[in-house]
């Protein structure tokens, strides 16, 4: 049964610092990866999607890894914004006919002026 | 192009009702997932519709049952509500198995 868990569960940091957020899950027989962003009380919105086949993808200040066969991602946030803070989710799929996420637990993120 | 949307946005209900919960995919999706995500915790897949069937369904009790409509639009229906059935529940649209879309999230709470 595929668990994903990802650490820290919280991280407060000043504005201006990069930051690493860590995804792990147990199956490494992914599809592919994602992360998204939640504002509280709010739906998901996708950041970044990984291919199973991928190492890295990028957009702006953010940039998330993939290694599969350590079952771990990270997301890297360049030079942290006010605006950055929110609850950062992890995801992996395995395909199939659903393709239906199984997600992390996230780190909630807040980034002090 | 609208994205996808959900209704009603909250929600109330005494432990014992009944819900019913609606999302309209966005255009040219014909997919739609739901997830509960309960206070502090990742979205939990529930039931995913295509071809108005369900085609595979989460560690979910019986008295979570959906539907889908000709024009893709669902509902999600759950009886006999507990206190514990209090979450968010987010509806997700994708053209087949592809990466789709999540909604705004439907808050209910059952007191």
């Known amino acids: 049964k595929q668990e994903v868990t990802q650490i820290p569960a919280a991280l407060s940091v000043p504005e201006g610092e990069n930051l690493v957020l860590n995804c792990s899950f147990t199956d490494s027989a992914i599809y592919n990866l994602q992360w998204f962003r939640q504002d509280p009380g709010k739906g998901l919105t996708s950041l970044l999607l990984i291919q199973s086949s991928q190492r890295e993808q990028t957009s702006g200040r953010l940039n998330a890894s993939l290694d599969k066969s350590s079952g771990r991602s990270t997301l890297y946030i360049a030079a942290s914004q006010p605006g950055d803070s929110a609850t950062y989710l992890c995801?992996?799929?395995?395909?199939?006919?659903?393709?239906?996420?199984?997600f992390g637990t996230g780190t909630l993120l807040a980034v002090q002026p | 192009d609208a994205g996808v949307t959900q209704s009603p946005t909250h929600l109330i209900k005494t432990r014992g009702q009944q819900v019913t919960l609606r999302c309209s995919p966005k255009?040219?999706?014909?997919?739609v997932s739901w997830y509960q995500q309960a206070l502090g915790q990742g979205p939990q897949f529930i039931f995913q519709y295509y071809e108005e069937e369900e085609r595979q369904r989460g560690n979910f009790p019986d008295r979570f049952s959906g539907h889908q409509f000709p024009n893709y639009s669902s509902e999600l229906n759950v009886n006999a509500l507990l206190l514990g059935d209090s979450a968010l529940y987010l509806c997700a649209s994708s053209l087949g198995s592809a990466s789709g879309n999540f909604g705004p999230g439907t808050r209910l709470t059952v007191t």
């Open positions: 995801a992996v799929s395995g395909g199939g006919a659903t393709n239906k996420l199984i």
């Open positions: 255009s040219g999706h014909d997919t």
